[in-house]
């Protein structure tokens, strides 16, 4: 595994979720405050829908499915409501100065 930059810290507004493209994988970058930065599967597990474009709720720590409104814990990217029954994946994240990293694997 390897860091990779995901985007700026300023790009992600708090309670905000950013789509990102790395190594060939569309990624949620989401600003949970002071709670930091998670990263997780941009499309949820259930049926192809970008939680990016879904509702994150600071909270809870989760981001909701816009199709179909089931959450997803951020921290384990399992389901929190129905319809989803699958986890999406999670990737830990670090934040360098105003870089917000991730790790996944180069292939």
């Known amino acids: 595994m390897a860091l990779v930059r995901a985007c700026s810290v300023g790009e992600v507004p708090v309670g905000g979720a950013l789509r990102v493209r790395v190594h060939d994988r569309e990624i949620a970058i989401v600003n949970l405050g002071e709670q930091g930065f998670r ?3 941009a499309v949820c597990s259930h049926a192809h829908a970008y939680l990016d474009e879904g509702e994150v709720d600071l909270d809870e720590g989760a981001i909701e499915c816009p199709k179909h409104g089931s959450t997803f814990d951020l921290d384990t990217g399992r389901p929190l409501t ?3 029954t699958r986890p999406v994946r999670v990737f830990e994240v670090k ?3 105003d870089d917000v990293l991730i790790e ?3 292939g």
Do not use: Q, S, Y
């Open 39 to 41: 990263a997780v599967d």
């Open 82 to 84: 129905l319809p989803a």
């Open 95 to 97: 934040v360098d100065d």
């Open 104 to 106: 996944v694997n180069e």
